[in-house]
C-alpha cells in the first residue's frame, strides 16, 4: 500500500505517509480528517477513471480492452442470467413439490 496512516505521538492524532515519494501527506490528523482525505482522493480516482472510460468511448476506443460488450452483447448477457435464474426458480419448486408431496 502506497499510503499508510499512522499513529501520532499525540493521542488520537493520525499522520498519513506516502511510500511513494516517502514523504507525509498530512500530520496531526484526526480520524475523520483522515477518512475525508481518503474519501476525497477516492473520489478523484473515481472521476478520473470515469473521465478516461468516456475519451476511450468517444474515440471509438475500447475502454475495457477485450471486455467492452456493445449493448446488444450486454442485453443477451442479461437475459442469459434471468433465463438460468428463472430456471432455478423452477428446479427448486419442483424439488419442493416432491419433498412436500
Known sequence: MSRQIIPERVKGK??????VTDSFA?????????RDWFR???IDEADRSVKDIFEKIEQGKKPYYNFTLTIDEAEEADMERFTREEELKKRLANVKEKTNG
Do not use: M
Open 40 to 42: 476525497a482522493r477516492a
Open 14 to 19: 493520525f499522520a498519513i505517509f506516502t511510500t
Open 26 to 34: 498530512g500530520r496531526l490528523l484526526s480520524v475523520e480528517h483522515v
